[in-house]
């Protein structure tokens, strides 16, 4: 996979929260002046040998409707409850602290970025 693209409502709140909080960077930006648009490529490493996230932002729009088919982005980190701490620290929004899953035994949590996507966090060792 090359990417995953998500419409976002104020690119530089978008790339605080990925950047400065879940510790991606910013690896390209983009304004596309005759179409109204900016593209930001973001990831925890290089395009060539990473799937990383293409933040779109139209700049004639305000709002989106994230719909009802969109389910989360999911990140694996080595200790779910330390991360969590550290986006919490950071200003971060976790709406599911972390633990097992309900069912299960993998543990994780989930974090809401500005615009309202779910981002899932996942410990490497999860078996479900």
Known sequence: ???TMLRVTDLEQSIHFYC???GMQ???RKDYPEGKFTLAF????DEASNTVLELTHNWDTNEY???NAYGHIAIEVDDVYAACDNIKTKGGNIV???G??????SILAF?????GYMVELLSPDRQD
Do not use: C, T
């Not at 097992?100 to 035994?105: A, E, H, I, S, W």
């Open 65 to 67: 409707d994230l719909g």
């Open 96 to 98: 599911r602290d972390a």
């Open 20 to 22: 400065d909080v879940m």
């Open 42 to 45: 973001i990831g925890y490493g």
């Open 1 to 3: 996979m090359l990417h």
């Open 111 to 115: 974090v809401k970025d500005p615009d």
């Open 100 to 105: 097992p899953m309900k069912g299960g035994n």
């Open 26 to 28: 910013l690896l390209r």
